[in-house]
T-cell receptor
Framework: SQQGEEDPQALSIQEGENATMNCSYKTSINNLQWYRQNSGRGLVHLILIRSNEREKHSGRLRVTLDTSKKSSSLLITASRAADTASYFCATDAGGAQKLVFGQGTRLTINP | DAGVTQSPTHLIKTRGQHVTLRCSPISGHKSVSWYQQVLGQGPQFIFQYYEKEERGRGNFPDRFSARQFPNYSSELNVNALLLGDSALYLC???????????FGSGTRLTVV
């Protein structure tokens, strides 16, 4: 079963605009991670946020975590064509030694 | 440093056959996990190994098995292949089972 659910399922924006993706999960977690996947190949780890953190930045990426609402958001600022990919959130499902992924958000950046 | 390497990259098998997929983790990483990703869906956890011991198993039938070798590389074996086993199989390694993972590029398995 899916722990995380991303919203929206698909997002199309113009280059230079900001993109926001949301993730909701069901059970308590130790951390939440975001990954990017290009063209059905390997996943690239973007950022990990721990349950005691509320916000984290990495370059053009900003991730927030609200454990009371069991939700997270990923903001990509000043989008580029190379950001076109699928983005997945993944949780550690309350300490179990596995990642539980959502179905992902397909992001398309139009030139 | 080389990343996580998986072999083969593509594979076509017939129903009922057996397949072995291989993964070499990043040097120094002792945790290896396997995921199945069906087209259009997120990856699903299959196994995790840490220090050559199975630490977690997902909801997959006994046709799926894995092992980790002394050099921390790993194999995923699937017996009696079904059409529904067609998927991208991803291997991931980590220094810490609870930390961020580095994924390989995957093995695309097609069962015909």
């Amino acid at each position: 079963s899916q722990q995380g659910e991303e919203d929206p399922q698909a997002l199309s924006i113009q280059e230079g605009e900001n993109a926001t993706m949301n993730c909701s999960y069901k059970t308590s977690i130790n951390n939440l991670q975001w990954y990017r996947q290009n063209s059905g190949r390997g996943l690239v780890h973007l950022i990990l946020i721990r349950s005691n953190e509320r916000e984290k930045h990495s370059g053009r990426l900003r991730v927030t975590l609200d454990t009371s609402k069991k939700s997270s958001s990923l903001l990509i600022t000043a989008s580029r064509a190379a950001d076109t990919a699928s983005y997945f959130c993944a949780t550690d499902a309350g300490g179990a030694q596995k990642l539980v992924f959502g179905q992902g958000t397909r992001l398309t950046i139009n030139p | 440093d080389a990343g996580v390497t998986q072999s083969p990259t593509h594979l076509i098998k017939t129903r009922g056959q057996h397949v072995t997929l291989r993964c070499s983790p990043i040097s120094g990483h002792k945790s290896v996990s396997w995921y199945q990703q069906v087209l259009g869906q997120g990856p699903q956890f299959i196994f995790q190994y840490y220090e050559k011991e199975e630490r977690g198993r997902g909801n997959f039938p006994d046709r799926f098995s894995a092992r980790q070798f002394p050099n921390y590389s790993s194999e995923l074996n699937v017996n009696a292949l079904l059409l529904g086993d067609s998927a991208l199989y991803l291997c991931a390694s980590s220094l810490d089972p609870m930390g961020g993972y580095t994924f390989g590029s995957g093995t695309r398995l097609t069962v015909v």
